[in-house]
């Protein structure tokens, strides 16, 4: 598939996602969806917090498309590079544009991903990466998943953060899991943990090397078989 058909897929991802989040019942409603396209050479750090639902993914052009049901929400969305990172929040003062609305649909494409940081309510999906290394910062109720290859993954959690990096294959993983937090990853080679507060950790992929510490009422279990089969307390 060329980068030009694989950017036309994305697209028709983030119109179907969009229409989801819509609540509204017609198969059609991505039509009545107002949709934007900023032009931004995407970083490899990408920083989001608040009410949208980010979708990745590694192509060799740069993209960045908008979905809103309101005119006000796409101009109430602040996308900002600040020392390498790409920072997209709710401008401060513009919340308003976000009561009794849907959320905001990021559709992103980049060469690279290097790093993502969740905050407030947003979810992020990372789709189908090959990378030497990534990390990922999750805080408050942001959810992140991530699927693909890396080399090296790197996971801070805290708040009711929830990090799912299962369908991510990594030869080693650094994870720092705290608070009421959740993180599931697949290692092969090595993994050095840190579980503390009320936070849990499910490790798959049966690596050789292991550093875990747990604290408090800290919680590890392990996945083993294909992409877990199944769940085994320790």
Do not use: K
């Not at 498309?65 to 900002?80: E, F, G, H, Y």
């Not at 875990?212 to 877990?228: H, K, M, P």
């Amino acid at each position: 598939m060329s980068g030009f058909q694989r950017l036309r897929v994305l697209w028709c991802c983030i119109r179907r996602l969009a229409g989801r989040r819509s609540n509204e019942p017609s198969g059609d409603v991505h039509l009545e969806m107002l949709a934007e396209q900023r032009q931004i050479l995407v970083p490899s750090r990408l920083r989001v917090v608040g009410p949208f639902d980010l979708q990745f993914h590694q192509l060799p052009d740069h993209q960045l498309r908008l979905s809103a049901s309101s005119q006000a929400q796409l101009q109430a969305v602040s996308t900002v590079v600040s020392q390498g990172t790409l920072v997209i929040e709710v401008d401060p003062g513009a919340h308003h544009a976000f009561e009794h609305q849907g959320r905001v649909v990021v559709g992103i494409a980049a060469p690279q991903i290097a790093g993502v940081a969740a905050g407030g309510d947003a979810i992020v999906s990372i789709a189908d990466i090959d990378v030497d290394a990534l990390e990922i910062q999750g805080t408050d109720s942001s959810e992140v998943s991530a699927g693909g290859r890396c080399r090296h993954l790197t996971v801070s959690a805290g708040g009711m953060s929830s990090i799912d990096c299962e369908a991510l294959v990594t030869s080693q993983a650094d994870c720092h899991i705290t608070e009421n937090a959740s993180c599931r990853t697949f290692a092969l080679d090595s993994i050095r943990a840190q579980v503390s507060g009320h936070a849990s950790l499910a490790i798959g992929g049966r690596p050789r090397r292991e550093e875990i510490a747990i604290a408090d009422d800290g919680y590890v279990s392990r996945l083993w078989g294909a992409a877990g089969e199944g769940l085994v307390s320790r």
